[in-house]
């Protein structure tokens, strides 16, 4: 049925000096401080921030510190020198001797190999480590681009009935002011402007939010855009199946990469603290001159000078002390491992599952909305606006109209960031190097 709604000539027309302030000044001040910025892509958001977070450039040096661990691994130990003089007393203070001795440690049981294999683990650990903080850092980044990305749809969105209700506003207080609408039509719409408003300025807030924590991560200090918009797809192109990206992850992922390669450490540990075990072996040489007096003979005091050559081998023996408590730690920290690279696969092909789920219900949710959700809404919007300019409906039917079409769009919106979302997060879960 439609409805007229005609009030008597003559009423004052209410002031419309609310409906034509502008918008918040925080809202102005994020459109001057982004209106110029640079423009990037994910992928360039994803390079820049590879390149300068400061906290993945500070991590990137544990792979530096593993590599001088690798070099101090392969040194032998060092040999040692020392030196002794000896000095008659009492009786004989005519007798001494000086020796000068060197002694080398040989390494036995495997010690120094067992040492290099751990270290050289160490380092393909620490490689593993920051390859995966920089998909984990890549997932970020692209997560951030996504809700920049959403704030900004919702805000043209907001910002384009925003523009239609003053359009509207305007027509209606001429309306008012003639008597051809009633004042309650105009505070309606008042009302609707200032909730939009009050949307846009949370969704400012939220955009504002995004872009900062975009600059962050990307360590950037100038303002920065998002180029693209959330219809825009990832370069990222999933895989056929759940299973082939399954397979993938299990395959590709440097956090269950860098797991398996704690488990060699732990492996590694255990033949080292074996190696340990084993009896140390020194080599040792001394040379020196001893001399020495004999008083009380039939000719007098006679000294006697002796050169002495001596060789030698010194083996600790393992009696007390066999390692016993580093070899059970070995042992224990191998278990551990184990079970932390099991729960790390499972917890890979949940996360592809999850996001395999995700990206397809946000799929199926678009393909509800393009099939003529927002058209519809739109073109019911452009026909009760017309019928309301003749008077054939109400305010409230043009408002709740609007907020219908706004509803749709946000969960458009909504349905776009997370299909982005669940492919960022699939492209996390199943461990394709970032660019």
Not at 101 to 120: C, M, N
Not at 279 to 305: E, K, N
Request: glycine share 6%; aromatic share 6%; net charge positive.
């Amino acid at each position: 049925m439609l409805h007229s709604s005609r009030p008597a000539r003559g009423r004052p027309s209410p002031p419309f000096a609310p409906i034509l302030l502008c918008p918040a000044l925080f809202i102005i001040q994020i459109c001057f401080t982004y209106a110029g910025a640079q423009s990037l892509s994910a992928d360039e958001f994803v390079s820049r921030a590879l390149a300068a977070n400061a906290e993945l450039a500070a991590a990137r040096l544990n792979i530096e510190r593993a590599r001088a661990r690798l070099r101090q691994a392969g040194l032998r130990p060092n040999p040692t020198i020392d030196f002794e003089r000896q000095n008659g007393v009492f009786d004989s203070p005519g007798e001494g001797g000086t020796f000068i001795g060197l002694s080398l440690p040989v390494e036995t049981g495997g010690k120094r190999r067992g040492r290099i294999e751990l270290a050289r683990i160490g380092l393909e650990a620490a490689e593993a480590e920051i390859a995966d903080r920089e998909r984990r850092l890549a997932n970020d980044v692209r997560i951030a681009y996504a809700e920049a990305m959403a704030a900004l749809d919702e805000l043209e969105v907001t910002t384009g009935l925003d523009n239609l209700d003053m359009q509207t506003a305007r027509m209606v207080e001429a309306r008012v002011g003639e008597g051809d609408a009633a004042p309650l039509e105009l505070n309606l719409l008042r009302v609707e402007i200032e909730r939009l408003r009050s949307r846009r300025a949370l969704t400012a807030g939220r955009l504002q939010a995004a872009l900062l924590r975009l600059q962050n991560l990307a360590g950037l200090d100038q303002p920065l855009r998002p180029r693209d918009s959330l219809s825009a797809a990832l370069s990222f192109q999933p895989p056929a199946t759940m299973e082939s990206a399954i397979e993938i992850a299990l395959r590709s992922r440097p956090d269950l990469r860098l797991a398996r390669l704690e488990e060699e450490a732990a492996a590694a540990g255990l033949k080292l603290a074996r190696a340990q075990s084993a009896p140390d072996v020194t080599l040792f040489t001394r040379y020196g001159s001893q001399l020495t007096t004999f008083d009380s003979t039939p000719v007098g005091a006679i000294s006697d000078r002796d050169r002495l050559l001596a060789f030698g081998v010194s083996i600790s023996l393992p009696v007390f002390n066999r390692n016993q408590g580093a070899k059970a730690e070995s042992d224990i920290a191998i278990a551990q491992a184990k079970r932390r690279r099991l729960f790390i696969e499972s917890s890979a092909i949940t996360q592809v599952k999850t996001a395999w789920a995700r990206y397809e219900a946000a799929g199926a949710a678009l393909r509800t909305f393009e099939q003529g959700v927002l058209a519809r809404s739109g073109d019911n919007i452009r026909a009760i606006r017309g019928a309301y300019e003749i008077g054939a409906f109400r305010a409230t039917d043009l408002i709740n109209e609007q907020r219908r079409l706004l509803d749709a769009r946000r969960e458009f919106a909504e349905a776009l960031g997370e299909r982005y979302r669940a492919l960022a997060d699939l492209q996390a879960a199943i461990g394709i190097a970032p660019k």
